[in-house]
């Protein structure tokens, strides 16, 4: 009797408190290693390098791996991949690196489905938000638009003391289609939030509005 093979599927950029079953979570965050020194953990908090939030993070189950190195699963052995929110952290080479080991582990009919802040939407809400404000009275004018929009954009480079994962470039859909065709994925769609021929993949989104999501298959 034959028996049916385990569907291997991972979830790149975990993050903390993860909800994923079925999934092998990965991510490089130093918090892994904290989490196993909850000592060090409570001190970095008092000490001001930690939030409220970052010392309840759980990261119990998460595999600590740098995905733009080398990722620990054989060429074309890996069923799914999913990543939300992760590719924004890294320097442009770096993401690069980490979609071709994506490429390289991906199996010939695996699916990948790609989660990324919208640069095109959090420009145009930027846009928005400020004419509204250069309609109205200097009195009302606000400084919210644009440090948000800075915050998001470049916040690798205005706020380096932070402890914790900052945006180190932005994507349209445009730049990350290049990006994953120049790589050799094969079918790159643009779909909406929790939209998407693979519908186990699409049901993982948490974050509409803001973001751009592509279903990528290798071949």
């Given at each position: 009797m034959m028996t049916q093979a385990i569907m291997i599927k991972i979830n790149?950029?975990?993050?903390p408190n993860v909800q994923r079953p079925g999934f092998i979570n990965i991510d490089n965050s130093p918090s892994i290693w904290l989490a196993k020194v909850p000592w060090i953990?409570?001190?970095?908090?008092?000490?001001?390098f930690l939030t409220a939030q970052q010392l309840?993070?759980?990261?119990?189950?998460?595999?600590?791996?740098?995905?733009?190195?080398?990722?620990?699963f054989?060429?074309?052995s890996v069923d799914r991949i999913y990543s939300s929110h992760f590719l924004e952290h890294l320097p442009?080479?770096?993401?690069?690196?980490?979609?071709?080991?994506?490429?390289?582990?991906?199996?010939?009919?695996?699916?990948?489905?790609?989660?990324?802040?919208?640069?095109?939407?959090?420009?145009?809400?930027?846009?928005?938000?400020?004419?509204q404000l250069l309609n109205s009275s200097p009195a009302n004018f606000d400084r919210k638009p644009h440090d948000d929009f800075m915050e998001?954009?470049?916040?690798?480079?205005?706020?380096?003391?932070?402890?914790g994962a900052l945006h180190c470039y932005m994507y349209d859909y445009p730049t990350l289609y290049i990006m994953l065709q120049k790589i050799g994925f094969g079918r790159i769609t643009l779909c909406?939030?929790?939209?998407?021929?693979?519908?186990?993949?699409?049901?993982?989104?948490?974050?509409?509005?803001?973001?751009?999501?592509?279903?990528?298959?290798?071949?």
């Open positions: 790149i950029g975990s993050g953990k409570a001190l970095l908090h008092h000490a001001g309840r993070d759980d990261w119990r189950g998460v595999i600590k791996s740098d995905a733009s190195r080398k990722l620990p054989a060429d074309g442009y080479e770096k993401a690069r690196k980490t979609l071709r080991e994506c490429h390289r582990i991906l199996s010939p009919d695996g699916v990948m489905r790609l989660v990324v802040p919208d640069l095109l939407w959090h420009a145009e809400q930027y846009i928005q938000k400020t004419r998001t954009v470049s916040g690798s480079y205005l706020n380096r003391k932070r402890f909406g939030y929790r939209q998407g021929e693979d519908k186990d993949l699409a049901s993982l989104d948490n974050r509409p509005g803001e973001s751009l999501h592509l279903e990528i298959r290798k071949n």
